[in-house]
């Protein structure tokens, strides 16, 4: 129901746009965002954007991604600038669901890989 992409290969200091889709039986969506996870670690906290707009960053990535979202597509970016090594990961996409059948439910989509070479 979530379907990111845009992830790739990129020098250090270079740029990539992902993009989150959501579809299918998410048909009302609350708080949207993007999580990482590098290899051997947790997945951490990216950004957020609500449905009206409002935004939130990790200490990590502030003044160089932004999120953005559209919501006649269902459909969350992030720009990400002045890429560094330590952003590779794989980068996942969740939804809050603002259902009435699934309300607070939390998607997730499969995640694309970003790697940043130096």
């Known amino acids: 129901q979530l379907q990111a992409s845009g992830g790739g290969l990129v020098q250090a200091g270079g740029s990539l746009r992902l993009s989150c889709a959501a579809s299918g039986r998410i048909v009302a969506i609350g708080v949207m965002g993007w999580f990482r996870q590098a290899p051997g670690k947790q997945r951490d906290w990216v950004a957020t954007?609500?449905?009206?707009?409002?935004?939130s960053y990790a200490d990590s990535v502030k003044g160089r991604f932004t999120i953005s979202r559209d919501n006649a597509k269902n459909t969350i970016y992030l720009q990400m600038n002045s890429l560094k090594p330590e952003d590779t990961a794989v980068y996942y996409c969740?939804?809050?669901?603002?259902?009435?059948?699934?309300?607070?439910?939390?998607?997730w989509g499969r995640g694309t890989q970003v790697t940043v070479s130096s």
């Open positions: 954007v609500t449905r009206d707009g409002s935004v």
């Open positions: 969740n939804a809050v669901s603002l259902g009435t059948t699934d309300y607070g439910h939390e998607y």
